[in-house]
């Protein structure tokens, strides 16, 4: 039996209902052909552009792009989703699991404390425990007891998303102007690593542990952001590019032994892991956990889709109906990428002539460094670290 089959076996006569702000985090769900998978989101170009073809998706109109609880609440989704019904969200918090609960929605995904504790700077590191050792070199203070060493390094507040409250700290002065501004704020020192990250999609499914493909993230190029440590894209080719066959077994020893810890604390479905390389030590340190649907998953299992294997967002929500794993394997990939226009710079716009040949995903995003063009690729962009190959220049001389 295939997983399509076996996800509508367990859901029965019951629905299950994604309900995100962005429908391109639930898109991958479409693929599966699910006759009782529907997808509650806002009114974007992209989802009118869905709806043409896929009649399982309820969109919200609105003024203002409503986040993931506000669309719980409203009077659409109360009228769709019954009670008994499943509910899947991109991340969830404590309000969205309280409107669930109110509503007796079972939803799927795991407690929205345990992916806090885990996900955070300064409580990610008691969680790790043993598993600190793939950390950088690290400390936790009070901001005004820093210490300035003459040496640059990384500073992280607790809660910090896509590079937002994550500082490079290159001089005296840098970390003077953050201790005068939040003197009473605990933060975390990290050694500073200058190299290509790499992160892959993991699931964590029954008892089994599922290792993803590894991607490059395009972090802080310019002029897709100006943010140096905003994501902007991933690159499905490069890692094996850059690094070696040792190196890569690193890098899933270092998923697996998260995903056991999270297997043990109870966790189900998808997590994601972000590693830099010391290209001078040629050592991987694990630098963040995301512990919830990672943002690159729907791209990665459309590159999957009709391949051997299954895509990761079918192994996400097998995983989360607690179907067993059997003999199921994720999909292998080795080419393919997107990035992200994300510059605060909002007279940026593109030449769509130029872009024929890729997919794009158009944002009604007036927020200063919100999503705003989303061009995905069936061929690898990077070249190298930071360097664009041919497609990657097609692309980036799109931008005017």
């Not at 901001?143 to 994550?166: D, S, V």
């Amino acid at each position: 039996m295939d997983i399509e089959a076996k996800i509508t076996q367990k859901i029965g006569k019951k629905r299950i209902f994604y309900v995100c702000r962005d429908i391109e985090r639930a898109a991958a769900g479409l693929l599966l052909g699910l006759s009782n998978f529907f997808i509650i989101t806002n009114s974007s170009i992209y989802t009118r552009e869905l709806k043409k073809k896929y009649q399982n998706i309820i969109t919200i109109e609105n003024t203002n792009t409503l986040n993931t609880y506000e669309l719980l609440r409203n009077s659409v989704s109360l009228q769709n989703i019954k009670g008994g019904d499943c509910v899947v969200v991109f991340k969830p918090t404590k309000q969205i699991e309280q409107v669930c609960k109110n509503n007796k929605w079972n939803l799927l995904v795991p407690p929205s404390e345990l992916g806090q504790t885990v996900e955070e700077k300064i409580s990610q590191i008691k969680w790790l425990g043993p598993l600190t050792k793939y950390l950088p070199k690290h400390e936790v203070n009070i901001l005004k007891k820093i210490k300035w060493q003459n040496e640059k390094f990384i500073l992280q507040f607790n809660h910090a998303h896509t590079g937002e409250g994550t500082y490079f700290i290159k001089n005296r002065k840098d970390l003077e102007n953050l201790q005068n501004k939040f003197p009473d704020r605990p933060a975390r020192v990290s050694q500073f690593i200058d190299g290509p990250i790499f992160t892959n999609n993991n699931v964590v499914w029954g008892n089994k542990i599922l290792i993803g493909n590894i991607n490059y993230q395009i972090t802080g190029l310019r002029p897709f952001t100006d943010n140096p440590f905003s994501t902007v894209g991933n690159d499905w080719i490069l890692p094996t590019k850059i690094l070696t066959d040792k190196q890569i077994k690193q890098f899933h020893k270092i998923a697996d032994d998260i995903g056991k810890r999270l297997l043990k604390n109870g966790w189900r479905g998808l997590f994601g892991i972000d590693v830099v390389f010391d290209t001078k030590n040629e050592k991987l340190y694990l630098i963040e956990i995301n512990a919830r649907q990672p943002a690159s998953t729907s791209y990665e299992s459309e590159l999957q889709f009709g391949q051997s294997g299954i895509t990761t967002f079918a192994a996400h929500l097998a995983a989360l109906l607690k179907i067993a794993p059997g003999t199921f394997e994720l999909t292998k990939i080795t080419d393919g990428a997107q990035i992200i226009l994300r510059t605060q710079n909002t007279n940026r716009k593109f030449n769509f002539s130029k872009l024929k040949n890729f997919k794009l995903i158009e944002y009604e995003n007036s927020k200063l460094s919100g999503d705003r063009l989303r061009i995905q690729s069936k061929q690898g962009i990077m070249s190298e670290h930071t360097k664009f190959n041919k497609f990657g220049q097609e692309i980036s001389h799109a931008l005017i």
